[in-house]
Each structure stands twice: as C-alpha cells, then as structure tokens.
C-alpha cells in the first residue's frame, strides 16, 4: 500500500452540497492510497461507470467487475477467447465486453449470467471498439471496417443494421454521437476512425460515409464530440487542434485548425485528448504539460505539472501519458510515463482561459513506477489504472484526527498518524503498518484501531519514541482513551479498562438502543451515539463508569425543514468538558438531501438547536468543543468557557450531473457542455466557525478562511484554535499551530483573569448584550480587548461605545474620523469608518452599500489601492467621480514609478494636456515627448510645447506649434521679436478674418512701426490692437489734432476723452473740448467750454442732449446762460428741469413763455405726509393754475386749482 497526503484543495463552484465524506474528501480531509487488484497479464482495457460506482478491467480471457474499493464483483470469463473491448452503459449496471474471436458479451449487474451473442461480421477478425449511446443502442466495431449497431433488451443483444467503413485498416474508435439532455438524439449514429485521416459517419445506412478528412499527412488520434454545440474536436498525430462543426445534415464543417507547440522532447505518439470540463478539452502531447483548449473561446492555454521533492537534478523528465476527469467533482488528473499521478481541481467556468482556474489538488507517485498506460475516475472520484501488467485502485480514506489531553493525533497516511504535545510541541510518528481506522490521544497514551485489532501505544517526549504497549483483537473501531484508562466496544457493552487492558466498568446496550456507532471523551465525560441516533452520556472516574440520564434520541431541531426529517446517521457526536451539552453532526443515510446543519443538544432541557451553515455558503466536516486549559483543575472550568464549540466547514459544491468526461483517452468518448458560476471569495475555501451555545439557540460567534497549508482543526482551546499544518506528504512536514480566536488577539497565555472576562465578552457580544460584554471588561488596560470591543460595535451600531474603545486605544485619528461620520445622516457611514480604522474593509463596504454612499464606497475601494474595481464602481454608480478618480490612480501609478500606466490614465482623466508633459519633461524624454505631440491632437498640450520650444529659443519652431492651434497673437509675436522680424507675414496674419486672436498682437506690430518711426502706420496698428492709449500718445506727441478726437471718440474709455479733452482745453481748441467733455459724461466741464468759447450752438446740442436724471446745478447754469442770450422758453425748461419751478414760473409771466402741460406736470409734486411739504406743493400748484389762467389755458387753471383744493377758484 501507498499513500498520498495533500494540502487543502482549492476553490469550486457550490450551489448544493455532497454528503460528508464527499465533502472531506474533496477539501483536503482525505487521503489517497493504492491497492493493487492483479498483477500478471497486462491489462488490455480498463474503464469506469460514469454514474455508479463500477469499473471493469480485462486480462487476457476474463474481464472483471470491481467495486471503487477494488473488491471484485463479478468476472466474465470465456475459454476460447481473450477480451478485445468493453464499454460501460451510460446509465445502468450493465457492461458491454467484445472478443478477440468476434462474439460480443453482456454483464448487467441486476441480471442473470453474462449473455453471449455472435456477429458474422467480426468472426473473421475480433472485436476492437465498442460504444453505447444515450440510450439502449450499442455500436461494436471490427478490425476489417465492419460496424454492427445492436439494440439491447436485457438480457440479450438483437442486431439493428450493419455497415462497412470504406476502410483497409482496422477501426480503431467509436464516438457515439449523443443527444442533449433535453433534447436526445433521434437515431443512433456513431463517428468511427481506422488510424488515418478520415472519419466515418455510421448510421442506418449499409455503407458508413466519410464525415470529414483532416490533412492528408497525418492521423486521426483522439475525437470528441460536444452535443450542446455540436462541435467535433480532432487531435491528429502532427498535434494539430481541428475544430468542426456538425450541421444538421451531417456534414462537417471545419471551423479552425490549430496547430500546437511542443518541445523538442516530447513523445507525440503518447498523444491523447479528453474533455476536462464541460466545454474545456485537455490535450497531452507527450511531455509534461497538459494544453486546456476551450471550445467556445477558440482559446488554449497550458497546466504544467507541479514539481515534487522526487525531482531531483538527474531525475527523468516527466511525460503524461493517460488523461481522466470527473465532472460530478470538478477534478482532473494526469498519469505520467514515470508512475506519477496528478489531480487538478477546476474552479472556473466554461468561458475559463486561466491557468490559474486549475489548481492542484494531489501529487503522488505509484508504489511501481511503471508508466500509467490507462486512467479512469469512477462515479465518486476514485479512481483506478493500469501500469502495464498491474492494475490499481486508487481509493480515498477520511482523515481521522484527535485532540484530548494536551496532544493532537492527525493522520497523514491509511497507516501512518503524526501526535504533537500542545505545550512543548514535540512530534511523534506513529507507523502501524496496516490501515488505521480509529485514533484517539491523551498523553502519554495513544490508541489506534486497525479494524480487527486495538493497539495501544505510550510516547516519550524525553527521547521522542512511540513504545507499542498492547494489541489486542477487537472486532469493533469504536473504541476512545482517558487518561484513566481505555473504552471500548465488545458483546453489546462499552467497557472502561486500564490500561493494561483490565476491564473496570461496563455500560450495556440492549436491542432497542442499538449498536454504539461512535465515541467521544471530554474531561470526565462521555457520550456514546448508537446506530439508531441513540446517545448515552457517562461519568468516567478512575475506577467506574456511571450512566448520567436515560438514553436519548439525537433527532433535529424544530426549526429543521420537513425535507430534512428523513432518515439519517450521526457522523459526528462531541461532548462537552461539563457534560451538558452534545454537538453532533448529521449525513443522509441513503441518497438524501445533506444537512448543512451543526446540531446541540441541551441535556438539562432536552432541546436541540442547530445553525445552518448554508446561509455562508459552507457545510460542517467537522465539530469539537473547547478543551479549558482547567480542565481536571478544583471547581472545573466556567460554564461560558465550555459552551464554545468551533467547527471546521468546506464550501457548498455543485451537484453536477452525470460524469461524461472519465473514459480512457483509448476509447474515444463524448460530453456535452455546461457552464458553473464561480463562487464568491468568502464562499470558496474551506473555514473555521466559532459558536456559543447559548440558552435562545447556537450562536455564530466568527467565521474567518482557513490557510491552504491547514490540513484540519483539531480543537480549541481557549486562547488558540489547534490546527494541523503541512507542507508535504511527509509526518515531519506536520506541525502544530496555534491560531488565536477573534476576541483573544494579543493576549498572555498565562493570564487567567484575562482569558475568563474575554470569554464572557465573546459570550456576551455573541449573544448581542452589548452591555454586559462592556462591564466584562472595562478595567481592562489591554489595548487589544478594545480593538476587539470596537469590532463589535461595528456589527452592534453602538458607536457611543466605540467611541470609548477608540480613547482607549488611543487612537485619535480613527475618534475623530468616528466623531466627524456620525454628523451624516446615514448611521451605517459611521459604523463603516470604525469599520474602515480597524481594517474590517469587507465589514466597511457592506455597510456603505445598504447606506447607498457610492461617493465613500468610491473613496474606501481608491484608499485600499483597489484601483479598477474604484473605477468601475465609479463609471456604474457614481460618475461624478470618474475623472477625479482615474486621476487618483494616474498619481498613484506615477508615484510607483509606473509612467507608462500612469500616463495612459492621465489621458482617460482628460488631463493629460498638463500632466503627460511634465511626467516627459521631468524624466527628460524629450525625444518621447516630441513624438508625443507631434501625433497628439490635444490643444492645450501643443501650446505648451510651443511654449517649451519658445524657451528653447526654437522660434520657427514655436511658430509651427502655434499655427497648429490656429494662435495668432503668438504667432505675430514671435515674427515680430524674431531677428530680423518678418513684418509682413505678421501683417498678413492680422489682415486673415480666421485668425481673430491675430488682432490683439498687432500691438507688436505697432511697436516695430514705432521704433521705425512710422508714426501713422504705429497708429494704425495700435488702433488695430485697441491699444488706444498708445495711439493717442504719438498722436499728441506729433499734434495730430484729427486723429486724437476720432481716436478718443473710438476708444470709449470716458477716461481718454477727458483727457483728450483737456488737452483741446489748455490749447484753445473749445469745440473740440466740449465735444470731448460731452463724450467723456463730464456735462458740467462741457457747458463750462461752451460758454468760455461763446459757443451758443454746441451749447443748445449739449442741452438737447440732457435729461432730467442729470445734475441740476448743470440745468440752472444753462438756464442763466439762455436767459442771458435770450432764449427764455429754453431757460424755463432747464430750470423746470433744476427743479427751481418758482423761477421758471416767474420767467413764464415775465417773458411771457407759454407754460405748456408737460412743464406744469413736471412741477407738480407727489402728495407728502409732512405737513410743511404739503403745504408747498398746494402752494405750488396754486400758482401754476394762476400762471395757466393768465395765459388763458383754462383747461389747465381748473386741473390745477382742483389738484390744489382749490374748486373755487377753479370755477372763476
């Protein structure tokens, strides 16, 4: 025998569990070992059911029928000949075996003896190939190219039709050409090849006709057929990849053609291809890499062997040389030329093209290494091979392992346990030579179970030796040891014995109990599980074993659905150190549904409750309760401490359909296609659960993922978890480690006081009485225990308490950050920054997606350096933050040093015009960042280089660079600064209607002028340029008296007209001052100039343009002005518009200037509460209506005497 250790096995997809065992056996729980069926002849066909446990070798004249254990089932046998073929019904127990002398052979397990049926058309050469369909159809081949389609109808095979292969060389392979499981195939067809380049279609025609040919020069090696998307796939022997499609009408159409790239070492005629996964072929090509070809994706990739400890400098290079795979558990496996075998677990999808989604599951070597000729899986993953003239099984057993006073006990082989003390961590190996069964430890004792014999056995620490101390028979492995002495089971009846094997006390069990099944000791207690869920519990002392209570039935809680009521058996059964409480594990007893469920039964109130584990994705393995450090001390250990229990869980798998993918790589095969949805990352790998079993109901304490390199969970005691770590298959490579649980970070060991009130924390934050946990340890000084209080508070809401955890962790940035979250609305933005300042990352962003704060979850996914999940998040919930985030990550890159990354990003957050230079230009990649312009479009970075050329004293080539962004100004800059100026291109650019930003620079254009002395043409150019000021100083400078007022007049900057005015005004030239005073709003200074120069009529324009919002000191000196020159009606208007109305009333009687509606309207005043004011507007009014009356405006006298009060008057 053989064995094979591994490390835990990785992810893969889970949506319904398998029963325990298959879960132990697929995460690392199991071991591999190798049993040899027969050596002798070499095997000539070997295959495996792909839904029972069955599979079937021959040699020579007999093929056999074994079981996955490798027990032999049944044998057909016949003298005249040896067996050819076989193949094994897709669905039922029965086994198709073809002759060397043409006879074909049934074997259905559910039937009589094996029926024999001759064929004329194979009894000139034998039987080479045989297949079945979806259905009852059976397709046997001959080496002369005949083909007989049979139909079977237990018990006997009746002939269809026949056809003949237009074939010289013998067939060599049947494909069957299956339906899909929702839609069948209507009629039994098969594809058949001879070993050349052709593939025959055989169907109900007499004649089988060529389905398609690959390239001439070369062959036919191995075929697959995938029904779901009708693709044939073809391996030739130039390794060569053909990809076909199978139209409805049956012909072929080739759809790609790949040819593969191997070493120079590789054996090709060891070529072989299987499906691997739905969808995904695996393809060897004789040397040690297995090439994945998904169909879908039309994509290859490669899966390297891993490499062993064997492997040594001269050792010889590894060959595959057989391919297998087991669909119903994602593995897949590969069997050297040197013995070796390799198995794979797929955790991806049919889309995968990732290495990566292949991890390795188990490495080993065969006890003979002879090359692995033939590889099959069976239905549950075992798996049997030949090596020549030896055929094996390759069968998996459950760890067992052990932790009682102060050791752990793990298997590492079928005959092989490793024991590590817990406090001085020595290891110990024990080897018994034969499988072990059962194990159990407590220093200094060991007892193993072979299954027909007890074995006990003493360590030394002192020398490191393993002293064999007894081995008796005893038929049954239930079988347990106390430091006092040794239970077991016998006649009906557990018995306590010494250990010298001096029976003490007995407990007897009676028909209707049942069976004792299994054993667990706990300090002094005991509980005994029978094989109808009956459970005993007993009280163990040094001389007796006493009965506590009556006999229990272990049945679910009430809370467990209907359909988990059904039959089932106890798998596990822990006791705990107070002997309260029992934890227990179930499994299906036939086919049922599995329980996800971890169950405690209370002894004092007989209640069971349970936890499901489904809801995290996972399904219990293993359970154990925690073994207190005072266990045997005076007073015995707490209660809380006692109701803590871990268990050890592996993900929830798929329960996938039948195997397809399992033949030999001889027999050609088929599979359909499917796809699996990867699991979550916390779903998909194995864990570790705390609970306390409290009074309303067991109670999730924490769940965290178990490293890769932890074979199991072996207990707990509290501080620590006891786990078992290896990194080989070797005892030495297994150590003890000691991982603290979730509360107890940082605590002494030896701090007794410390572990209690952290224990009744746990308990109490567990059970969700956040104030109890709090009084269990605010005296506590231990920075630790209020990180751990803090981390409670996250899930609690407590903030206030978190606060006080965060003072005394004296962490002020965290309290403050704490202080500023909970002024936000949301509560959860406040529990997800305590959650964010203790590093519970996972905890932050769930809280910040139930408050709907895509803005923070934006900022937590940029702050952990999670970079494109940030970005995506960003683009779908948040968009607001897409440019500053890709900004972010540009910096972050370009402060890693990654410029090329950086700035790619850069120019995603349309930045790149400012950044991407200075990234070039700091790093001096001037070359680069020319190039970089030169192809950019970018407006903003072209100017810059412009302006860096500008500096470089490049001028043409600034000008270039500025004429691409159609800049004129610094384009008539350069040419006018350049040596010697090109004046006239710059000219031309201003004059250009498209370049409108040309016109300011013809400032410059204007100073060239200046320098030249070119008074008029710089004027011109500055007028251009609305450099106005500059104009006006040649202008004044060179008295050109026209071009200042029509340059001032232009300008509309009042301030110049003032000036210019000023300027007319010291010189005599009044017109031109009043003009300019009137421009610059300066009214006043205007009528000033008018009446200095006597210019009446400049003087009416002015007052013309006055209105009544102007300054009435400005209307009363026009006013006396038209007085004086004798314009009184004009004069009356200025002061009606001064407001002087009793002058210009007395001007109207005295000149007799008519006063019309509109200057009366205009005098008369609102009406006033202040008395004073009142009376004057009356008064006012009063004498407008006489001034009207005198003038006879009668209708005007009454208006205004009415307004005034005046009707009286009015009347006269």
């Known amino acids: 025998v053989s064995v094979l250790y591994w490390a835990p096995q990785p992810r893969r997809p889970a949506t319904a569990a398998y029963p325990l065992e298959e879960a132990e056996a697929a995460w690392g729980m199991s071991l591999y070992f190798f049993s040899k069926l027969e050596e002798g002849n070499p095997a000539t066909c070997v295959g495996a059911h792909r839904s029972l446990p069955l599979a079937a070798y021959a040699m020579g004249n007999k093929a056999l029928i074994v079981g996955e254990e490798g027990d032999v089932i049944a044998t057909v046998q016949r003298a005249a000949s040896n067996v050819s073929a076989l193949a094994w019904h897709p669905h039922q127990p029965v086994l198709a075996v073809g002759w060397h002398d043409g006879n074909m052979s049934i074997w259905n397990q559910n039937g009589p003896e094996p029926s024999h049926t001759g064929a004329p058309q194979h009894e000139s050469s034998g039987v080479v190939a045989v297949a079945w369909t979806d259905g009852n159809v059976l397709c046997s081949a001959s080496k002369t190219g005949a083909a007989v389609v049979w139909m079977y109808e237990a018990p006997k095979l009746g002939v269809i039709h026949n056809a003949r292969c237009n074939t010289v060389a013998a067939i060599r392979s049947l494909v069957p050409l299956h339906g899909t499981d929702d839609k069948p195939s209507d009629e039994p067809r098969f594809l058949a090849t001879a070993g050349g380049a052709e593939a025959f279609m055989i169907d109900d025609g007499q004649q089988a006709h060529t389905c398609f040919q690959i390239d001439q020069d070369s062959a036919i090696v191995s075929l697959l057929w995938s029904p779901q998307s009708r693709v044939i796939l073809v391996l030739s022997s130039t390794s060569t990849v053909y990809q076909y499609h199978l139209a409805p009408d049956d012909n072929a159409h080739l759809q790609s053609k790949n040819k593969l790239s191997i070493g120079p070492n590789a054996d090709a005629s060891s070529s072989t291809m299987v499906w691997a996964f739905p969808g995904i072929a695996a393809i060897a090509t004789g040397d040690d890499t297995v090439r994945m070809y998904n169909v879908a994706e039309e994509a290859m990739y490669t899966v390297a062997l891993p490499e062993s400890s064997a492997d040594g400098p001269n050792a010889q290079p590894q060959r595959i040389n057989a391919l297998a795979s087991c669909r119903r558990k994602h593995l897949f496996a590969a069997g050297t030329r040197l013995g070796r075998i390799v198995v794979w677990s797929f955790n991806g999808t049919a889309k995968s093209d990732d290495e990566s989604d292949w991890q390795v599951a188990t490495s080993m070597d065969a006890p003979h290494r002879y090359a692995v000729d033939r590889l099959h899986f ?40 490793v024991i590590i003390t817990h406090n001085s961590g020595a290891s110990f190996t024990l080897r018994n030579g034969t499988r072990i069964k ?81 054993i667990d000791v706990m300090g002094d207690f005991c509980c005994v599980v029978t094989s109808i869920n009956k459970l005993k519990v007993c009280r163990i002392s040094p001389r007796d074993l006493k009965v506590i209570g009556p006999a229990r039935q272990l049945q679910p809680g009430e809370d467990t659905d209907a359909a988990d009521q059904g039959p089932f058996v106890i798998s596990r059964a822990r006791i705990n150190a107070r002997g309260k409480k029992v934890a227990f594990l179930r499994k299906p007893a036939a086919g049922g549904r599995p329980d996800t469920r971890v169950h405690v039964l209370d002894l004092d109130t007989d209640v069971v409750s349970s936890y499901d584990l489904a809801q995290l ?22 209660e809380t401490e006692c109701l803590l229990l871990a268990v050890e869980t592996a993900p929830l798998k798929a329960a996938p359909g039948s195997d397809d993918a399992g033949g030999d790589a001889s027999i050609l095969h088929a599979e359909g296609e499917g796809e699996g949805d990867k699991p979550s990352a916390a779903r998909e790998s194995r864990q570790v659960c705390s609970f306390f079993a409290a009074p309303n109901g067991v109670m999730l304490h924490h769940h965290e993922p178990l490293p890769k390199d ?63 946990a709090y009084k269990n340890v605010k005296t506590i000084k231990d920075a630790s225990v209020w990180s751990n209080l803090a981390r409670m508070c996250v899930s ?10 965060l003072a ?42 139930q408050a709907k704060r895509n803005d923070l979850l934006t900022e937590l996914y940029a702050a952990c350096g999670k970079w494109d999940v940030a970005t995506k998040h960003a683009e779908t919930h948040d968009r607001i933050r897409i440019f500053p985030t890709l900004y972010r990550h540009a910096q972050h890159l370009e402060g890693a040093g990654e410029f090329e990354e950086a700035l790619k990003l850069y120019q995603k957050a349309r930045c790149y015009g400012n950044e991407g230079p200075r990234i070039l230009f700091m790093a001096n990649r001037v070359d680069e960042l020319r190039a970089t312009v030169t192809r950019s479009d970018d407006k903003e970075l072209i100017k810059w280089w412009a302006q860096f050329l500008e500096s470089t004293n490049d001028i043409d080539g600034a000008i270039q660079q500025y004429s691409r962004v159609n800049d004129g100004f610094n384009q008539v800059r350069l040419l006018c600064e350049r040596r010697p100026p090109d004046i006239d291109r710059a000219i031309e650019l201003v004059a250009d209607p498209e370049l409108p930003s040309a016109r300011g620079a013809a400032y410059f254009i204007a100073r060239h002028f200046e320098e030249q002395r070119s008074i008029q043409q710089a004027m011109q150019f500055y007028d ?43 010189r005599g030239m009044y017109d031109k001052a009043a003009q300019l005073y009137q421009k610059g709003g300066d009214s006043q200074r205007a009528i000033d100039v008018c009446i200095k120069g006597g210019l009446y009529d400049e003087l009416h324009r002015i007052s013309e343009s006055l209105d009544a919002a102007a300054d009435p000191e400005t209307f009363i000196a026009m006013a006396e002005h038209f007085i004086v020159s004798g314009h009184h009606a004009k004069a009356v208007q200025m002061l009606v518009f001064g407001k002087a109305f ?54 005007l006298a009454c208006k205004k005497y009415t307004q005034a009060g005046g009707g009286g008057q009015g009347g006269e």
Not at 626 to 633: E, I
Not at 832 to 838: F, H, N
């Open 378 to 417: 069976t239905a549950r993953g075992a798996m049997i091979m030949s090596q020549g003239a030896i055929t094996s099984t390759l069968q998996e057993t459950t760890r067992l392992r052990a932790y009682g006073h102060n050791a752990m006990a793990v298997q590492t082989a079928p005959d092989t346990a």
């Open 796 to 805: 609690s809401g407590r903030m206030d308490v978190a606060e006080v955890c």
């Open 710 to 772: 932890i074979v199991c969970v072996a207990g707990v005691t509290v501080p620590n978890l006891i786990l078992c770590s290896a990194t080989g298959p070797n005892p030495n490579d297994h150590k003890q480690v000691q991982r603290r649980l979730r509360d107890f970070d940082g605590m002494a060991n030896d701090d007794a006081k410390l572990r209690d009130a952290l224990v009744q924390f746990a308990y109490c934050s567990t059970i969700g009485n956040m104030d109890e």
């Open 438 to 518: 059962a194990l159990d430890v407590a220093m200094p004792q060991v007892v193993v179970h072979t299954g027909r014999h007890l074995e006990i056995y003493s360590l030394t620490e002192s020398t490191g030796s393993v002293t064999q101390l007894h081995s008796v028979e005893m038929p049954s492995s239930v079988v347990a040891v106390h430091p006092d002495g040794v239970l077991t089971y016998k006649d009906n009846k557990v018995t306590l014995q010494t250990l010298q094997l001096h029976p003490l006390q007995s407990v007897g069990f009676n028909e209707a109990e049942g069976t004792p099944t299994l």
């Open 808 to 849: 005394n962790m004296k962490d002020a940035v965290a309290a403050r950050a704490l202080r500023e979250a909970r002024q936000e609305a949301e509560p959860e933005v406040a529990q997800a920054s305590l959650a964010m300042s203790l590093g519970m990352l996972d905890e932050a962003e769930k809280l910040l997606r």
């Open 1024 to 1066: 251009t340029a609305g450099a106005y000021k500059n104009a006006l100083r040649l202008a004044k400078e060179n008295d050109m008296t026209a071009d200042i007022v029509s340059i001032s007049l232009k300008c509309g900057d009042k301030h110049v007209a003032l000036e210019s005015g000023a300027f007319f005004e010291e």
């Open 1142 to 1195: 009793n002058e210009a009333l007395q001007l109207c009687v005295d000149n007799d200037v008519p006063l019309t509606e509109e200057m009366a309207e205009a005098m008369t005043l609102p009406k006033s509460s202040s008395q004073e004011d009142e009376e004057y507007r009356i008064s006012l009014l009063k004498k407008i209506a006489k001034v009207a009356k005198a003038q006879e405006s009668w209708y």
């Open 617 to 638: 994705g996972q399904t219990p393995v293993d359970v154990c309760w925690n073994r207190p450090s005072s266990l045997g001390a005076p007073g015995g250990p707490a």
